[in-house]
């Protein structure tokens, strides 16, 4: 099973730490976003720049919580008709 694999069952990476509790990834990258949606990253970064998909900009970086992604597939999918 991939990473993206496991992303998608968790939405989360877990990292380790030297601690009791790991650390939980609430952001990720375009790259990583296209795996996830199966999108082009070219066409990510073209819905970023017309603001179509929620992103988060840190400096130069452009990074996606894919709980946003999530609800954003949700309100652009297409139902059936009934």
């Known amino acids: ?3 993206v694999d496991t992303e998608r069952m968790n939405h989360t990476r877990v990292a380790p730490r030297t601690g009791s509790r790991p650390i ?3 952001l990720f990258t375009i790259g ?3 795996e996830y949606t199966g999108l082009p990253v070219h066409t990510l970064y073209t819905m970023t720049s017309q ?4 992103f988060v900009k840190a400096g130069r ?3 996606c919580d894919l709980k946003a992604i999530d609800a954003w597939i949700e309100r652009h999918s297409v139902k059936p008709l009934s």
């Open 51 to 54: 603001r179509r998909i929620p």
């Open 61 to 63: 970086l452009v990074k």
């Open 32 to 34: 990583e976003v296209a």
């Open 24 to 26: 939980t990834r609430r």
């Open 1 to 3: 099973m991939s990473t």
